[in-house]
């Protein structure tokens, strides 16, 4: 194990090496891969020489998502606390579905979930667990908004159509989980949103009102705190007027942005929260966490147990249901994703974590300040997100992107609402500084002028 974790201290001096000299890494065409890297699995052990000379090679050609010159998902950078836990958690290798197996861990993540229902206003009935992915946390909430709805489809299944709302700049993983728990993809329906991504709860009204006329049974409706594209907000005050006229369950997806409510400058994009029956958020994204750390906390935690507990005698054989996790989570093992937010939380503060939130929308907003200064550029979005959208000399943003990745300039990606299509520069590593920011800009720039020739607005071409 010491010699192990020897080569692992190694292995990782080599990969902040890498980031720092080689922010990109030089992407491997997917038809070369195989050829270029030693994955092979073979009947015999591999000499030591080339297991460490296969994993150095595969850390060099890997996405440095840390780096500051990563900007294409919703996450990245590395907080130190953060993955001293995640480490802690992966050498303790405890299972979160007991109490007997996961001790005070257990109560680490409950201590995380009662922290966070107290700040978004849930009542002292409120509880949560720890799901894996946003998509998931999602899901859950689909089922019990389902299960409360029709109380039976959890032993019938579903006997009627039954329909769900959400934005049409909301997460795919809605339709997805839609088709997954039987209510089918056709009774989703996208409402209409503003020319900020938001969702029109007036649209919203007519929806559910259409299919009430129609005999189906409306039952959720999930609003974004953060929408994948444009970082939009929903008004959930006034959507939340409507699911209560109707008696719908309204669940916030704050994947993306929900670590909003950690800010006294910035929680006021999720005003209302307090009227949702259930919110999930990411620590991953926002806060900085290592994948994954995914979250969902409810108003009443009854429905935990009625959609997600089973008795399984084997299992559950000391303590009571609120230590035994498994019952009001949808997985049995889990792995304790609890410990890296709880050691990052300790560790600075809930005024720490405010403070990595404020800077991530201070560095939107230096970065939206310059794109505005240049007329070469051109913004889609001047609302408060983290989501920064531009196009430069109206070259196609696909290309561009596409041809930064390629020649490891920048991995930064691309995205569309409506007609526009738009690089979406995210500033949600924590890491990022104003410098990092004008050397996206600079780069951009820089490559245009030297790779890209540019023939028309409308037909770039490289250079050679």
């Known amino acids: 194990m010491r010699d192990d974790l020897k080569l692992f201290n190694d292995l990782v001096e080599l990969l902040l090496t890498e980031e720092t000299q080689q922010p990109v890494a030089k992407p491997i065409d997917t038809d070369e891969l195989y050829s270029t890297l030693d994955l092979s699995l073979g009947d015999y052990p591999a000499l030591d020489s080339e297991f460490t000379a296969a994993l150095q090679s595969i850390i060099k050609s890997t996405p440095k998502t840390a780096s500051r010159s990563f900007f294409n998902q919703l996450f990245g950078g590395r907080i130190s606390r953060a993955m001293l836990g995640d480490l802690l958690a992966v050498m303790l290798n405890n299972s979160m579905y007991t109490y007997k197996v996961a001790g005070p861990q257990v109560g680490i993540e409950k201590t995380i979930l009662h922290n966070i229902c107290d700040r978004i206003g849930y009542a002292k009935h409120s509880d949560g667990t720890f799901a894996p992915g946003g998509s998931m946390s999602n899901f859950m909430a689909m089922v019990m908004a389902r299960d409360r709805r029709a109380p039976n489809s959890r032993n019938e299944g579903v006997l009627v159509p039954m329909t769900v709302y959400t934005s049409e700049e909301s997460h795919y993983s809605i339709l997805k989980n839609a088709a997954l728990m039987g209510i089918g993809k056709d009774y989703v329906r996208l409402i209409k949103t503003n020319d900020a991504g938001e969702m029109l709860a007036?649209?919203?009204?007519?929806?559910?009102?259409?299919?009430?006329?129609?005999?189906?049974?409306?039952?959720?409706?999930?609003?974004?705190?953060?929408?994948?594209?444009?970082?939009?907000?929903?008004?959930?005050?006034?959507?939340?007027?409507?699911?209560?006229?109707?008696?719908?369950?309204?669940?916030?997806?704050?994947?993306?942005?929900?670590?909003?409510?950690?800010?006294?400058?910035?929680?006021?994009?999720?005003?209302?929260?307090?009227?949702?029956?259930?919110?999930?958020?990411?620590?991953?994204?926002?806060?900085?966490?290592?994948?994954?750390?995914?979250?969902?906390?409810v108003q009443d935690k009854k429905h935990l147990y009625e959609s997600f507990s089973n008795d399984a005698e084997y299992l559950y054989q000391t303590d009571g249901d609120d230590f035994n996790l498994g019952k009001t989570s949808i997985q049995c093992g889990r792995r304790n994703d609890a410990l890296k937010l709880w050691t990052l939380w300790k560790s600075v503060g809930t005024l720490g974590l405010e403070a990595i939130v404020d800077h991530q929308f201070k560095m939107a907003e230096v970065a939206r300040a310059y794109i505005k200064q240049h007329p070469d550029y051109t913004l889609y979005s001047d609302k408060e997100s983290l989501s920064v959208c531009f196009n430069y000399k109206h070259i196609p943003a696909k290309l561009l992107c596409t041809e930064l990745y390629k020649h490891a300039e920048l991995m930064v990606g691309f995205g569309t609402f409506r007609n526009d299509e738009f690089i979406r520069l995210v500033t949600i590593n924590t890491l990022i500084k104003e410098d990092d920011l004008m050397n996206v800009f600079k780069t951009i720039e820089s490559f245009v002028a030297n790779t890209l020739e540019v023939n028309t607005a409308e037909n770039p071409i490289l250079k050679g």
């Open 202 to 297: 007036s649209d919203l009204e007519i929806q559910i009102q259409k299919d009430i006329d129609r005999g189906y049974l409306p039952f959720f409706v999930n609003a974004t705190a953060g929408t994948t594209v444009l970082g939009a907000f929903d008004d959930v005050e006034y959507i939340s007027r409507v699911c209560k006229e109707h008696d719908l369950w309204l669940h916030l997806d704050g994947a993306y942005c929900g670590g909003v409510i950690f800010s006294r400058r910035y929680r006021h994009l999720v005003k209302g929260i307090e009227f949702t029956d259930s919110f999930s958020v990411n620590a991953h994204k926002m806060l900085g966490t290592p994948l994954s750390c995914s979250i969902i906390v």
